[in-house]
């Protein structure tokens, strides 16, 4: 059974810069995997961030950013605002239509 | 604007089914891949059932499989979840999402979900 891994909670200041990862268990996460990353924020649909690593969705701000650091991918939040503490996910793509979430990381800006 | 709206949830006992509906606008629905994501309360999102374009190929995650069915009707432009022997563990938000996979693989489209509760 594939195990993705996020952190479970990150605090950042506003304005402040966090970076939210997302692993394997077993292995590492290559680009590959077509990381991409969601935002949800109580009672609300998941919104669209980041697909393909670092391509952002249309609509996401600039300071929304993604990569591969290390065996992980990434979601950098640079310059957090209020409106950004929210969850957010990663998925990856396994291959054979499966995709796996993460367990999700609870940003919280204060 | 790209519209994916679920139907279908409600209030089911232990052991019984339930059909989801999502009802897609706004695109070719024909042209694209489609999926269902749960979120049980309180709990993260969790990825079900994905299939083509062509509705020939589905997908199943292994919590589900053998118990849910996904299918899609291309002529009504709306995807389907058919869920049987259902538990209480199956209590959660249902989010239909455009699955596509074109410059990769990932979720562009999501619908604001629909309620299923497993109870007696």
């Known amino acids: 059974q594939t195990v993705v891994t996020q952190e479970p909670s990150f605090s950042v200041s506003p304005g402040g810069t966090v970076t939210l990862t997302c692993g394997l268990r077993s292995g590492s996460v290559s680009t590959s995997y077509y990381p991409s990353w969601y935002q949800q924020t109580p009672g609300q649909a998941p919104r669209t961030l980041m697909y393909?690593?670092?391509i952002r969705s249309s609509g996401v701000p600039e300071r929304f950013s993604g990569s591969i650091l290390g065996n992980k991918a990434a979601l950098t939040i640079t310059g957090a605002q209020a409106d950004d503490d929210s969850d957010y996910y990663c998925?990856?793509?396994?291959?054979?239509?499966?995709?796996?979430f993460g367990g999700g990381t609870k940003l919280t800006v204060l | 604007e790209v519209q994916v709206l679920e139907s279908g949830g409600g209030l089911v006992q232990p052991g019984g089914s339930l059909r989801l509906s999502c009802a897609a606008s706004?695109?070719?629905?024909?042209?694209?891949?489609m999926s269902w994501v749960r979120q049980a309360p309180g709990k993260g999102l969790e990825w079900l059932s994905a299939i083509s374009a062509s509705g020939n190929s589905p997908f199943y995650a292994d919590s589900v499989k053998g118990r849910f069915t996904i299918s899609r009707d291309n002529s009504k432009n709306t995807l389907y979840l058919q869920m049987n022997s259902l538990r209480a563990e199956d209590t959660a938000m249902y989010y239909c999402a455009k699955w596509t996979r074109r410059d990769g693989y990932y979720f562009d489209y999501w619908g604001q979900g629909t309620l299923v509760t497993v109870s007696s």
């Open positions: 998925v990856l793509y396994m291959g054979s239509g499966i995709s796996v």
């Open positions: 393909s690593t670092n």
């Open positions: 706004e695109f070719t629905f024909t042209t694209y891949a």
